[in-house]
Structure formats: C-alpha cells, structure tokens
C-alpha cells in the first residue's frame, strides 16, 4: 500500500455569527493556516463573514464568491 498525499492551493472560509461567538474568525484563520502548513498546503487566500449559521449557504455572499469560480468550466482548465 503506498499513501501519497498531494499538495494543494487551498482558499480559506471562516464565518462568525454574533460579537459573542467564542472563537473568532481571526482566531479560525489561523488554525486553518497552520493544518495547511502541517499538511504542506498553501493558503491562496480568504473569505470572512458574519452571518448566521442557520443562513443558507446560497444567501451567505462570502460562500457564494468562494464557492462561484468552482461552478465553472473554465475556472479548472485554466493554464493548459
């Protein structure tokens, strides 16, 4: 058996939803940069919000920029 772990260009999201939640999305940013150091990963860049957990992910807008370039075509043949 032979484990081979590619690495990967990652783009973080982390959310807050109340000035009261405990652990911030500073706080959440950075745990998710130091697992992609551990794991040989690179973070390409972020997207932060505050909104509800119980919002659905099609009406949180900094879900919809991160998720929207991975719905098309063109965004995975780049570079060939």
């Known amino acids: 058996c032979v484990y081979i772990q590619a690495m990967a260009t990652l783009i973080a999201y982390t959310r807050a939803s109340t000035s009261k939640q405990q652990v911030s999305p500073e706080y959440q940013l950075r745990e998710i940069h130091q697992w992609a150091e551990r794991q040989g990963h690179t973070i390409a860049g972020s997207f932060t919000e505050c909104v509800s957990g119980t919002a659905p992910m099609v009406d949180r807008p ?3 920029m991160l998720y929207s370039p ?5 965004a995975w043949c780049a570079g060939m």
């Open 62 to 64: 900094g879900w919809r």
């Open 70 to 74: 991975l719905t098309r075509p063109t």
